[in-house]
């Protein structure tokens, strides 16, 4: 057998790893309902998701009837967080074939990460409910390193690497911050086709598109040969 080609792995969260669309559907709807919104159905919702918790409020009340002044939204968000604290792993798990593809990568000695723009208590806590917080070397959110720092800024990989003490790379994303971020770290990316795309995932100029986490390892073996890694 050859050496994997990869020593380090990191997925992005929402959209890729983990279904997460009902639980953010839920608190995002929250927020809307005290400002007298409508709820958004999830295939809406679907298409907010990718920068952060900021962005996903701020893009649903422009949907639906607009902006608020400042001082309400910091309200709005405070709720949809608290909401989301509460309920955070109600309806959130892997997508299918998510756990097998992260007992493949352990048993080739590869380093898994989880690299996302939500906030990182939010990640650190949806691992400890869903009792996955020891198959992670790092967990890194979207304000781990301050603000600026989020993808498609490639500083969260970058950080990925360091915690790491380097070594041979690869992201696993849904969305152009995912892809973005990674080229900007010089590093490859995977999409998904089956999270919250915000392009069509072929658009994305990932290094391959996967349907299902059944394909991730021979996905990487095949481009990591081709890559000469
Ligand atoms: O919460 C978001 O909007 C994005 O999170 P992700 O980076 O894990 O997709
Ligand atoms: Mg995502």
Known sequence: MTEFPYDIVGFDLDGTLFDTLGDLGNALNHALALEGRAPL??????TLVGGGVRKLLHRGLEISGGLP????????????????????????????????????????????ALVTNKL??????LLRELGLSERFYTVI??????????????????????RAGGGRAVYVGDTSFD???????????????FGFNDALP????????????????????????????
């Open 41 to 46: 159905a999830r295939p809406v919702v679907r």
């Open 69 to 112: 002044e400042a001082g309400r939204i910091e309200d709005l968000q405070a709720a949809l967080l608290a909401f989301y604290e509460a309920n955070i792993a109600r309806e959130t798990g892997f997508y299918p074939g998510g756990e097998a593809m992260l007992d493949a990568l352990a048993a080739r000695g590869v380093k898994v």
């Open 120 to 125: 990182e208590r939010l990640a650190v806590q």
């Open 141 to 162: 959110g979207g304000d781990t390193l301050g603000p600026g720092k989020a993808k498609p800024q490639p500083d969260l990989l970058d950080l990925m690497l360091d």
């Open 179 to 193: 892809t973005g971020a990674a080229r900007a770290a010089g590093i490859p990316c995977v999409v998904v086709s």
């Open 202 to 229: 072929s658009e994305l100029d990932g290094a391959a598109v996967i349907d299902h986490f059944d394909e991730l390892v021979p996905t990487l073996e095949r481009i990591g040969a081709r890559a000469g890694v």
